[in-house]
């Protein structure tokens, strides 16, 4: 099973931006679906953002027109650029492999094991 490590979190103001990476153990051209999770204190973790081995993209609406997930296969990783940042950002925020299903639209849930995450904080 593919490992995963997150990176580059830390703390921006608002209106600031930040680059996360995931970094992955071995190769991630076969891994169909890779996306970011967040997990804010005392709340469940929600997926933010998706992305297939087709290109396809998936953000939530809290961070759509600011966040940008992408990937690099060469590198074995995938980015979040997250623009724009809002208090309300703060989280820890998890990578993950996805499962896709399709059910009349595409929707993912986690399949791998979680790592450590990485600390985004976003205040003045």
């Known amino acids: 099973q593919v490992q995963l490590v997150e990176s580059g979190g830390g703390l921006a103001q608002p209106g600031g931006s930040l680059r996360l990476s995931c970094a992955a153990s071995?190769?991630?051209?076969?891994?169909?679906?890779l996306g970011w999770y967040r997990q804010a204190p005392g709340k469940e973790r929600e997926l933010v953002a998706t992305?297939?081995?087709?290109?396809?993209?998936t953000y939530a609406d809290s961070v759509k027109g600011r966040f940008t997930i992408s990937r690099d296969n060469a590198k074995n990783t995938v980015y979040l650029q997250m623009n724009s940042l809002k208090p309300e950002d703060t989280a820890v925020y998890y990578c993950?492999?996805?499962?896709?299903?399709?059910?009349?639209?595409?929707?993912?849930?986690?399949?791998?094991?979680w790592g450590q995450g990485t600390q985004v904080t976003v205040s003045s």
């Open positions: 071995k190769s991630i051209i076969s891994i169909n679906a």
């Open positions: 993950n492999n996805m499962r896709e299903f399709y059910n009349g639209e595409y929707y993912y849930t986690a399949g791998g094991s």
């Open positions: 992305i297939t081995t087709r290109g396809s993209k």
